[in-house]
């Protein structure tokens, strides 16, 4: 029996430190066309998804974050992990919506938030893409986020935020925002992040809620080992790692590598491929 992933708490809800992540499942690689067209040809199956998503919950991983309404076989998959395990998988989805400042705007984003629900989403947290439209520097808040904040509760779900910009976790603290966790950018590349590795860093470690990192391996730039050993090493024990992979070897890989490093200890996996290698290099 697998060991289980260490744990932490998130408004009363538990979930595993390491969380299964999405765009390995729908084509965004983060690098070419190419290899877009690769993962949709080899992983856009609800079967085959399943069998990942289960290889991470035999192991404790049981929370898988996405855009849920826009992935109908991600959808469909953990239906599928879930009869596989017989283990109901939390989701957390991320949503974007209309923001405009009008009654037909708030709407739209009553009903992207209520199919959220509907689609058996636990928690809520609205895109980078959508939060970032409603940031006033000039006064460090985050206009209107408290109405879709109550639109997520009276829904049923927990609120939170989707960060690329790490004002929208300064401001969302300082504010008080209805907030009880935070996705932030964060690799030992600096990969897509806007400010340098240190702040980002600091930002993290003065949350006042638990933050769920994401892009550990830099979009497949960083090994496993480099990118885990960083983030696990660098995080507080709230925190939380999210990962994405093609394949059930390499959900098993990501889960071992992940627990070497917080148990600071050597991974029991087997050492990369390549031809000719010398002697040495064999053992």
Wanted: aromatic share 8%; hydrophobic share 40%; glycine share 6%.
């Amino acid at each position: 029996m697998p060991d289980l992933f260490p744990r932490t708490t998130v408004a009363g809800v538990s979930l595993p430190r390491l969380i299964i992540g999405t765009n390995w499942f729908q084509g965004y690689s983060h690098k070419t066309p190419a290899l877009d067209k690769l993962i949709v040809n080899h992983t856009r199956n609800a079967d085959f998804i399943a069998q990942i998503l289960a290889a991470f919950i035999e192991r404790g991983v049981d929370a898988v974050l996405g855009v849920f309404n826009h992935m109908p076989e991600v959808a469909e998959a953990v239906k599928k992990a879930e009869d596989i395990t017989g283990k109901k998988m939390i989701l957390i989805d991320t949503p974007w919506f209309n923001v405009d400042d009008s009654n037909d705007a708030r709407a739209e984003a009553k009903a992207v938030i209520q199919a959220s629900k509907k689609a058996g989403a636990d928690f809520c947290l609205p895109h980078h893409s959508t939060v970032e439209q409603l940031v006033c520097k000039n006064t460090a808040t985050i206009n209107r986020l408290p109405d879709y904040l109550t639109m997520i509760r009276d829904a049923g779900m927990i609120p939170g935020l989707s960060c690329h910009m790490p004002e929208l976790v300064i401001y969302s603290d300082a504010n008080g925002y209805d907030v009880e966790t935070y996705i932030q950018l964060y690799n030992c590349l600096g990969y897509l992040m806007q400010v340098e590795i240190e702040f980002i860093h600091r930002v993290i470690w003065n949350a006042k809620k638990p933050v769920i990192t994401i892009k550990p391996l830099a979009a497949g730039r960083l090994t496993p080992f480099v990118g885990f050993n960083f983030v696990w090493n660098t995080l507080r024990d709230c925190d939380m790692v999210t990962i994405g992979c093609m394949t059930k070897e390499e959900a098993e890989e990501d889960v071992e590598i992940s627990l070497a490093a917080i148990e600071r200890r050597m991974p029991g996996v087997e050492g990369r491929n390549s031809p000719r290698k010398t002697t040495i290099m064999a053992n």
